[in-house]
């Protein structure tokens, strides 16, 4: 059974700082990893999505990283703003199927 | 492109009720799902519709039920509605397993 584990579970930060967060799965078996941002009450927002062929996607300051083999994915925000408070998610998917979610990362970052 | 689009946004339902929740996808998607997701937790699947039919369900009771329409939208019901069945209710959909979008959600609250 496919689990995600994100961590840390909250981070909190000064603006300008460049932070990485981090996200694990235990079945390698996976169609593709989706990072998304979810804003207080809100829907999500796709930020990156990863194809199991592929190593890493890069969009603006944001880069996510994935290694299958190891079940580990990061995304790396550069130069964070605080505007990019928010709850990060990851979710893998497998074939023909759902996304699994990990619980998130909260994060504030301070002016 | 109007994105994925729910309504209603919010919904205050009494214990034993029956609620439905409506979703359309974005433009060109093919494949609906829908998910649950508590305060602070991670979203969790509650089934998928593609081409008409339920493809895959998650670990949901039969009080949740779901249907999709020709033109790709769908609806999600919830019979006999408990306290624990408050929650916010997310809509994705994709073209088959590629990238998902979220819609802002349902915000249901059972009293």
């Known amino acids: 059974k496919q689990e995600v584990t994100q961590i840390p579970a909250a981070l909190s930060v000064p603006e300008g700082e460049n932070l990485v967060l981090n996200c694990s799965f235990t079945d390698s078996a996976i169609y593709n990893l989706q990072w998304f941002r979810q804003d207080p009450g809100k829907g999500l927002t796709s930020l990156l999505l990863i194809q199991s062929s592929q190593r890493e996607q890069t969009s603006g300051r944001l880069n996510a990283s994935l290694d299958k083999s190891s079940g580990r994915s990061t995304l790396y925000i550069a130069a964070s703003q605080p505007g990019d408070s928010a709850t990060y998610l990851c979710?893998?998917?497998?074939?023909?199927?759902?996304?699994?979610f990990g619980q998130g990362t909260e994060l504030s970052v301070k002016p | 492109d109007a994105g994925v689009t729910q309504s209603p946004t919010h919904l205050i339902k009494t214990r034993g009720q029956q609620v439905t929740l409506r979703c359309s996808p974005k433009?060109?998607?093919?494949?609906v799902s829908w998910y649950q997701q508590a305060l602070g937790q991670g979203p969790q699947f509650i089934f998928q519709?593609?081409?008409?039919?339920?493809?895959q369900r998650g670990n949901f009771p039969d009080r949740f039920s779901g249907h999709q329409f020709p033109n790709y939208s769908s609806e999600l019901n919830v019979n006999a509605l408990l306290l624990g069945d408050s929650a916010l209710y997310l809509c994705a959909s994709s073209f088959s397993d590629r990238e998902a979008f979220f819609g802002q959600g349902t915000r249901l609250t059972v009293v």
């Open positions: 979710a893998v998917r497998s074939m023909g199927g759902k996304l699994i």
């Open positions: 433009s060109g998607h093919d494949t």
């Open positions: 519709y593609y081409e008409e039919e339920e493809r």
